[in-house]
């Protein structure tokens, strides 16, 4: 299994500015998954930014509702993170996350990390 993820990069955002970040899966992925991101920023550890399951139900770091939105697309194995309203303290990298359950074992899977720069 393999992780994608693009959006970020070497471009800066400005602060309240928007960006989209996605991230699909490859390989052999059995139905039953969630997808998510973490970050994290220089200096911090990785924290939870949002997470979403097969069915759309979805969890966010409470610090973050509203102004980020994760969403999927099954028949691609893609995950988006739309990230609105963008604050100086939002900068980080950005990983991608799979977690695939099979039976009463959990595999989890990673990406590469996406930068994220927002400017003041």
């Known amino acids: 299994v393999q992780l994608q993820a693009s959006g970020g990069g070497l471009v800066q955002v400005p602060a309240g500015g928007s960006l989209r970040l996605s991230c699909t899966a490859s390989?052999?992925?059995?139905?039953?998954?969630?997808m998510g991101w973490y970050r994290q920023a220089p200096g911090k550890q990785r924290e939870f930014v949002a997470a979403?399951?097969?069915?759309?139900?979805?969890s966010y770091e409470d610090s973050l509702k509203g102004r980020f939105t994760i969403s999927r697309d099954n028949a691609t194995d893609t995950a988006y993170l739309q990230m609105n309203n963008l604050k100086p303290e939002d900068t980080a990298v950005y990983y991608c996350?799979?977690?695939?359950?099979?039976?009463?074992?959990?595999?989890?899977?990673w990406g590469q990390g996406t930068l994220v720069t927002v400017s003041s």
């Open positions: 996350h799979l977690a695939v359950a099979v039976g009463l074992k959990i595999t989890e899977y």
């Open positions: 390989g052999n992925i059995a139905s039953i998954n969630t």
């Open positions: 979403i399951n097969p069915i759309g139900m979805t």
